[in-house]
């Protein structure tokens, strides 16, 4: 999956498969499967849709930075909608050791960047405006399954986000609002733990 095959107002139907990012398997900083920047934005009435195919059930598999991320403070995307997909972090492939040996790691080494692998997210916007984020499947993320900063009407509405956050010491939460306004969340109740962290905060 390329990010430079489309257009901003493009409606990217995801095909059944499973997606990874690139160098999955293998290092511990590998990028996001799909990062969407400013240039690619969407209007009212062509919004940048990435969804499922219809009746299909596509999957992202990361252990990089992400499954799908968003624009930045300084460079919002605006229009955007991600409905219908499955994505999956590497929490089943980290363990206590490996995660506490990463903490201790960057307690002594805090001015290097984070390795990905233990703070990935399923979908984070880091700047945008009306984004709509809904009927996804988000689970095994070492961070927030859900994450939007710097953002003004948005709404999260009938994902499924469990098994959140175990791994990264960022104590963030299944799903995440910050220096955000005019937002929506519509959830409801699960029988599986949506955030359970397995690691003291590195403060």
């Not at 511990?28 to 240039?39: F, G, K, V």
């Not at 195919?53 to 229009?79: C, M």
């Not at 960047?113 to 996804?136: C, D, Q």
């Not at 003004?152 to 098994?163: G, P, Q, T």
Request: aromatic content about 10%.
């Amino acid at each position: 999956m390329s990010n430079d095959n489309w257009k901003p107002g493009d409606i990217i139907n995801i095909r059944d498969g499973v997606y990874t990012n690139s160098g999955y398997g293998s290092g511990e900083r590998n990028p996001a499967l799909i990062n969407i920047s400013e240039s690619k934005n969407g209007t009212i009435n062509r919004p940048i849709v990435i969804r499922n195919y219809p009746g299909e059930t596509p999957k992202i598999n990361f252990d990089g930075k992400g499954g799908i991320l968003a624009g930045e403070r300084s460079k919002p995307v605006t229009h955007l909608e991600i409905a219908g997909l499955e994505i999956q972090g590497p929490n089943s492939k980290i363990n206590f050791q490996q995660a506490k040996a990463n903490r201790d790691w960057y307690v002594n080494n805090n001015s290097e960047e984070t390795k990905h692998f233990f703070h990935g997210r399923g979908i984070a916007i880091w700047g945008g405006s009306y984004i709509n984020i809904h009927g996804n499947k988000v689970y095994d993320t070492p961070n927030s399954g859900i994450r939007v900063n710097n953002s003004d009407y948005c709404r999260v509405s009938f994902n499924e986000v469990y098994n959140t956050t175990f791994w990264s010491f960022n104590a963030e939460s299944a799903i995440v609002f910050a220096q955000s306004k005019s937002c929506l969340l519509y959830t409801s109740p699960s029988p599986r733990d949506a955030t359970l962290s397995r690691m003291p905060s590195s403060a």
